[in-house]
């Protein structure tokens, strides 16, 4: 089994942060870079064009969690240096469909983001069939903040035993992350608290190769 790829969410709220940010990520070893929804809807597509130049050799997904009219979006995420853009699982499934034929003409991917659905089996299985090529779980931040302790990994392990995509999963801690991927998480997805650490590119380098490492230790045991 491969080891898991790492996105780092860069959910600043400004493309002067985002670049210092993403340096910081690719320092560490990630994988994938993800532009943050925070930092698209706080400086809109436009205003990214200033970090065109670094979003060009990693894999880079953008965040649009898009709801509607889904072309527009993806075009414009396509030539900032996308490969990978999230809608969410809230939208109607001919957005999704639509959005699934937007991404693939432009030989990108789409994730479809099952975030506070009432129904994140069903609707992943739904959104597989559609055509996408990943679907994410994950806690909210707020819901975190309110239940510290709670963890969509029995929801995380139902939906990658019900799709033959690749799931991925946000996480706030080394231990988690370990889990999802134990739970069949393909991706692993980190940015706070990690990259306000007082060092964050020694804290992402370290979460990174213990997220990487779970594989190889299960192969040993």
Request: hydrophobic share 45%; glycine share 6%; no cysteine.
């Amino acid at each position: 089994m491969a080891p898991p790829k790492v996105q780092i969410a860069i959910d600043t709220t400004s493309a002067e942060h985002a670049r210092e940010l993403i340096e910081i990520a690719q320092a560490s070893g990630a994988d994938w870079i993800e532009i943050g929804k925070p930092l698209i809807e706080f400086e809109g597509l436009r205003g990214l064009e200033e970090l065109k130049d670094q979003l060009e050799a990693p894999y880079v997904l953008f965040d649009l969690m898009v709801m509607s009219s889904p072309s527009k979006y993806i075009s414009a995420a396509h030539r900032l240096g996308a490969n990978n853009v999230t809608v969410s699982a809230h939208a109607p499934l001919e957005t999704i469909q639509e959005a699934v034929y937007a991404a693939h003409d432009l030989s990108i991917a789409l994730t479809v983001d099952l975030f506070n659905v009432e129904n994140p089996v069903e609707r992943a299985v739904e959104a597989a069939h559609a055509g996408a090529d990943y679907v994410m779980v994950h806690f909210g931040v707020d819901q975190k903040r309110h239940q510290p302790e709670g963890s969509p990994i029995g929801v995380l392990r139902e939906v990658a035993l019900a799709v033959d995509i690749p799931v991925s999963y946000a996480t706030y801690d080394a231990d988690e992350s370990r889990r999802a991927v134990e739970a069949g998480a393909s991706v692993i997805v980190q940015g706070e608290p990690l990259l306000s650490a007082e060092e964050p590119r020694k804290a992402l380098s370290e979460f990174i190769a213990t997220t990487k490492n779970v594989i190889k230790g299960n192969e040993k045991s």
